[in-house]
């Protein structure tokens, strides 16, 4: 057998997976008719601080038994009396406590959802207990009590 008899075929690699994901791989294969399985990521790439659930906006619109918890409207009048008395401005008050001014303004308004780590940097940027039975009370600095 001579060199003129065998046949040497040469074939490019397979695509890589990467590659296949592709907006133009994929559509070169819808355009051939091939199954295109695509899913959407929820909240990918996304930096939020504060996650929420998906099921926030379904229970946003439930009926009066599956509400969220709001915020007491006394509450609200004691972060801004606390604020006002250290005379800050919501503004102010939301950059001491790195969140952003419409969570004080909705604090304040008794709009806002609870959540324990946001009261607590408003109680320690306007000294007053928001939490428990003492609510209202000068906050004592850690370890002062005895």
């Given at each position: ?17 990467s ?57 609200g ?37 609870p ?32």
């Amino acid at each position: 057998m001579s060199d003129w008899d065998t046949v040497t075929i040469l074939r490019k690699k397979p695509p890589k997976a990467s590659a296949l994901k592709t907006e133009q791989a994929v559509n070169a294969a819808r355009r051939q008719g091939l199954p295109v399985d695509t899913q959407q990521k929820y909240g990918a790439g996304t930096n939020k601080q504060h996650v929420t659930t998906k099921n926030t906006a379904k229970l946003d619109r439930e009926t009066e038994e599956l509400r969220h918890e709001k915020v007491p409207l006394d509450l609200g009048k004691l972060i801004m009396q606390g604020r006002q008395s250290k005379g800050m401005s919501q503004k102010d008050l939301a950059t001491k406590i790195c969140e952003k001014p419409q969570i004080v303004n909705d604090y304040e308004a008794g709009r806002g959802i609870p959540n324990n780590v946001v009261l607590g940097k408003i109680e320690r940027a306007i000294g007053l207990k928001l939490r428990g039975k003492e609510r209202g009370q000068p906050l004592q600095p850690p370890g002062g009590k005895k």
